[in-house]
């Protein structure tokens, strides 16, 4: 098995050396778009590095970082490994024991967080974190999602830090001013040995799991792991005149491998203003490649169905025929047939009437799309795959430093998550579970060897936990996890997010958790997406008050009916859902439903609707 000897701290020097002047970061400040280049970037993070070792920081501190994905998580990031220190992310969407968990487990002596909303999580349990000497903060004002229990929309860092904690926070610019001033004190060279001294073997980050059941678990990811792996996805294509637009959270491995590829290939990453801005940026920013979550990807295909049944006549029937078109290219791309002279001229129609408007959305320039982070529909591929958009969908975990696998440009097969990173192992093993081998496979589980054990063997390979099969031509095809297998009572293994995935392509459906695991049969629970079925209710003439009294009507009802039968017309007995619930509000990170990912919590969404579950069988759970 091959080793790494560089580190991630000696792939991000050697690109500030071959590109110091050119273009790493774009920003929006003020309703403008600012270039930082990767001098600039280096120049802060070499400061943040000094000014944490003016603060005390020893080589291999833990230091967390709390916060949405904005340029200065990166620079703090590389900051700490310049310092020699190790990044410990940790979820903005996180409750306050949750953060004190991941803090108080990692011994981290400083953290960096946001905003005020992030600092009065600290302040809640700062005397079970006596560990932090010094909380930095990047902003000291905030804009609230709704109002909070004082009615208050905008926080201030004096309304919520107390008379007797105002030492024990400084602001970023507080912190790269002291490292600034001791960098021309001669503090540089201190700097330059402490990056020297770093090894492929020494931690470079702990990623905590997201922890659908109990505490999470540390992962901890070496400078080898990164450095294996941040080269291994080239392969994408990734070059110089690259442009990402990131808003994934980079407390995500799949984030921070994003970043680190891009530092790798000298492109530029441009920040989001957040999540729902992210479209808006797209148009802005043009990128040629974006990575994210199968949810994104979801939406903007129900957004455009939707959108043409609304319109119906004309628009609702030429969609429906550029997308047909582009199934069939589909069909000839998966026969490994170029398409017909008739199917291209059709398809060259199609593209110019509504694929260009699809491309339009993302900016016009995107080569391609990447996925991870969970399952993509085959249809939703196919979908994009049709008006020349590229998905291209990989497969890893937080253990394996991301990716083990990937779809290729010009080389997709739908339904897969590609073939294997070259220098990667993969085998099958008796009882179908995934085992991976290779240069990017975590050190272990920080503080818990038996959890070590129990996923990586004597001989190193790592056990997934997923179930899968690879074809002739080494694309893996993902089945299940393992741990979401169902197993009814009659004995049947069945793959839920196989048929929550399709239900979801429809345009009225949000989200979809499949239930019957020792069950006579499957059932499932339902969410709807406010605006498509608002917007079809009044076209239907359907009377209601609000969208909690909609989700009660029989026609509604009647709808999703209709919807579930069409899937099951496609499945066997023993995979179809034989009753269902509308639930009157879709899952949300904040309601504990959803991963950080998007990816829905099964054990909290059953627990929160257990009664409803058991209604179906008629017993006790």
Not at 49 to 68: H, M, P, T
Not at 133 to 140: N, P, S
Not at 286 to 296: E, F, G, L, W, Y
Request: charged residues 25%.
């Amino acid at each position: 098995m091959s080793t790494v000897s560089k580190t991630y701290v000696d792939v991000f020097r050697d690109r500030v050396r071959q590109s110091g002047p050119n273009t790493a970061i774009k920003t929006k400040h003020c309703g403008h778009w600012e270039d930082m280049s990767w001098d600039q970037w280096s120049s802060l993070s070499r400061s943040l590095a000094a000014g944490l070792v003016e603060l005390g920081l020893a080589s291999g501190d833990k230091v967390n970082i709390q916060s949405n994905t904005r340029y200065e998580w990166v620079i703090t990031d590389i900051g700490i490994l310049l310092a020699g220190g190790v990044t410990v992310p940790i979820y903005q969407s996180n409750m306050a024991e949750q953060c004190q968990f991941i803090i108080d487990d990692c011994d981290a002596r400083f953290i960096f967080v946001e905003d005020p909303e992030q600092i009065a999580k600290l302040v809640e349990i700062r005397a079970d974190v006596p560990k932090i000497e010094k909380v930095i903060y990047f902003t000291d004002t905030c804009e609230l999602p709704e109002a909070d229990s004082k009615g208050r929309t905008t926080l201030n860092l004096s309304d919520v830090l107390p008379e007797d904690a105002t030492d024990w926070v400084m602001s970023y610019e507080e912190l790269l001013t002291m490292g600034a001033n001791a960098i021309n004190n001669g503090g540089g060279d201190e700097i330059d040995r402490r990056s020297d001294a770093v090894t492929s073997d020494d931690i470079c980050t702990i990623v905590y799991t997201s922890g659908t059941t109990g505490n999470p678990k540390g992962v901890v990811l070496t400078h080898g792991n990164f450095a294996f792996e941040c080269n291994a996805v080239l392969i994408l294509g990734i070059t110089p005149n690259d442009c990402q637009l990131l808003f994934l959270p980079l407390a995500h491995i799949f984030a921070k491998v994003m970043v680190a590829a891009f530092i790798e290939s000298g492109a530029i990453t441009a920040f989001a203003e957040g999540l729902l801005q992210a479209v808006g940026n797209m148009a802005e920013i043009q990128p040629t490649i974006v990575a994210s979550v199968p949810r994104v990807y979801e939406k903007v295909y129900t957004k455009v169905l939707a959108g043409a049944e609304q319109a119906g006549g004309i628009k609702k029937r030429l969609v429906n025929w550029a997308i047909a078109v582009g199934d069939e290219v589909c069909n000839a791309h998966s026969a490994g047939k170029k398409p017909s002279l008739g199917l291209r001229f059709r398809h060259n129609i199609a593209m110019k009437l509504v694929g260009s408007k699809v491309h339009a959305i993302f900016g016009g320039r995107i080569q391609h799309f990447i996925s991870g982070g969970a399952p993509l529909s085959a249809a939703i591929s196919r979908f994009f795959f049709g008006f020349g958009l590229e998905i291209l969908e990989g497969y890893g975990l937080t253990e394996t430093t991301a990716a083990t696998h990937v779809n290729r440009p010009g080389n997709l097969k739908f339904g897969t998550v590609g073939q294997a990173l070259d220098g990667m192992e993969v085998v099958i093993a008796d009882d179908g579970e995934i085992l991976v081998r290779g240069p990017n496979i975590m050190k272990g589980y920080y503080k818990q060897p038996e959890k070590t054990n129990e996923v990586l063997d004597a001989d190193k390979w790592f056990h997934t936990g997923d179930i899968g099969e690879i074809d002739d031509a080494g694309f893996l095809r993902i089945t299940d996890r393992k741990k979401d297998i169902i197993v009814t009572a009659g004995g049947k293994n069945i793959a839920p997010q196989n048929i929550e995935n399709t239900l979801k392509t429809n345009t009225y459906v949000s989200q979809v958790m499949v239930h019957g695991d020792k069950r006579k049969f499957l059932s499932a629970l339902v969410t709807l997406d406010p605006e498509a079925i608002t917007h079809w209710a009044k076209e239907q003439r359907v009377e209601f008050s609000d969208y909690t009294d909609l989700m009660t009507k029989t026609e509604v009802y009647q709808l999703v009916d209709g919807i579930i039968k069409e899937t099951n017309a496609t499945l066997p007995s023993y995979e179809t859902i034989k009753k269902f619930a509308i639930l009157d509000q879709d899952f949300s990170q904040e309601g504990g439903e959803l991963t950080p990912t998007l990816k829905v919590k099964r054990k909290v969404v059953t627990e929160k609707h257990q009664a409803v579950l058991d209604s179906f069988y008629n017993e006790q759970y």
